[in-house]
């Protein structure tokens, strides 16, 4: 895989960068203090503004190396993030010895930029960069079923379900199923010819 670490995309109406440290406001009020955002998710609800801070701090700190993938999802014409997509390595150790490159990528965005198709044009461009430029060759993303409008993002972005692991995760909503839905390089690459 090409291990270029976070690189600066844009899609019709988002423009996705790294998070510097000035945006720890935005991510606490944008998103990350709503309990509605973070209701599936598995970070807690952020208490206060350092919070945020400490996170990005982590963050920010991460994008010398070159398999740290975090994105701010800005607005284009604002520069605010409005919400976060990042991306981690599956299993390395062994599916490397399969030589099988799969990711995760995980998202969120705040309350009021909902069903307004961000969410999808935003992982649909990470996934156009994960196998064009990373050489991926799969793409992983789950949801609580609960939480069914991921899944909607998900599909929209041509990735397919897998299946459900019941009982397999939790997040701040207490014991949850797993909706896995996975995309390979492959079927990508098919439905782009």
Known sequence: MNLCGT????????IMRRFTMADAEAMYHNWASDPEVTK????????DVGVSQRILAEWVGSYTRGDFFQWALTLK????????????????????ELNVQAVQVGYCIGHPWWRQGYTSEALAAV?????????????????DPRNPNSGKVMKHC???HEGTMRQAGAS???VS???VYGLLAEDYFAARR
């Open 7 to 14: 690189q600066e995309l844009q899609t019709e109406r988002l």
């Open 40 to 47: 599936f998710l598995l970070f807690k609800t952020h208490a």
């Open 77 to 96: 014409g604002s520069g605010t993030p409005i919400g976060s997509m990042g991306v981690v390595p599956q299993e390395p150790t062994q599916r490397q």
């Open 127 to 143: 996934i156009s960069f994960l196998f064009e430029t990373v050489g991926a060759s799969r793409i992983e993303a789950r949801h």
């Open 158 to 160: 041509g990735m397919h």
């Open 172 to 174: 701040n909503a207490g």
């Open 177 to 179: 199923d797993i909706a």
